[in-house]
């Protein structure tokens, strides 16, 4: 089984439109949440560290759920700029290894 | 200031010849790490430094592939010989060492990446 799943889409998008997917994660050991961005034929990024209180940063909400291991991304108001495969990272405890799910391709459409 | 940076960018070389691929991680950084994606596949952990010394080489695939972090500043990967599975893009990621500010986790930067083909 994998360590991180993700429906890879891609999630075609209206512009303004709100979209949300979420990854699950089969090692209750994970211990730090995380979604990157990678746009097309470039590096992944950090876009922001998913925590259980739920975190927000502008029109991206992050989400995590310990008990059903799964971890969701919520954007609202969607940007053509938003287009890029958003990926679900988790970091086991005791280690600094970065375990990636698929990722989810979203796609805006003006 | 700079970020991680991978030479090259692109190779492409055919069933058993060799490659290496280099990074430069971002000065100062203690930790660097490679990181693998083949098509149609998650990224996946290769191994990681801190400094000059292999810290975890769990992912790493079988013992045509060999890394290095000679003087702890740059890393290389060499292949050899290379096979047709080897295919895939690269990464390289560095990042600081100690404590970070979110739950101990210090980000790891992400270099452009060397997408190698292998013929």
């Known amino acids: 089984r994998k360590e991180v799943e993700q429906d890879p889409g891609p999630f075609n998008v209206p512009e303004g439109a709100t979209v949300a997917f979420n990854c699950t994660y089969s090692n209750s050991a994970s211990q730090s949440f995380f979604w990157y961005r990678q746009d097309c034929r470039k590096e992944p990024k950090l876009l922001m560290s998913?925590?259980?209180s739920g975190n927000e940063d502008g029109r991206f909400t992050a989400q995590l759920n310990r008990a059903s291991q799964y971890i969701s991304l919520l954007i609202r108001d969607s940007k053509l700029s938003d287009s890029a495969t958003y990926l679900c990272?988790?970091?086991?405890?005791?280690?600094?290894?970065?375990?990636f799910g698929k990722g989810n391709q979203v796609v805006v459409i003006p | 200031e700079a970020g991680v940076t991978q030479f090259p960018s692109h190779s492409v070389i055919e069933k058993g010849q060799t490659v290496t691929l280099r990074c430069d991680p971002i000065s100062g950084h203690d930790n660097l790490y490679w990181y693998r994606r083949v098509m149609g596949k998650e990224i996946k952990f290769l191994l990681h430094f801190v400094k000059e010394s292999k810290q975890d080489e769990s992912g790493m695939p079988n013992n045509r592939f060999l890394a290095e972090r000679t003087g702890g500043t740059y890393s290389t990967l060499k292949v050899q010989p290379a096979e047709l599975e080897d295919s895939g893009v690269y990464f390289c990621?560095?990042?600081?060492?100690?404590?970070?500010?979110?739950?101990?986790?210090?980000?790891?930067?992400f270099g452009p990446g060397t997408r190698l083909t292998v013929l």
């Open positions: 998913v925590y259980s």
């Open positions: 990621a560095s990042s600081q060492d100690g404590a970070g500010m979110t739950g101990g986790y210090n980000e790891q930067f």
């Open positions: 990272v988790v970091i086991r405890n005791g280690n600094n290894r970065l375990a």
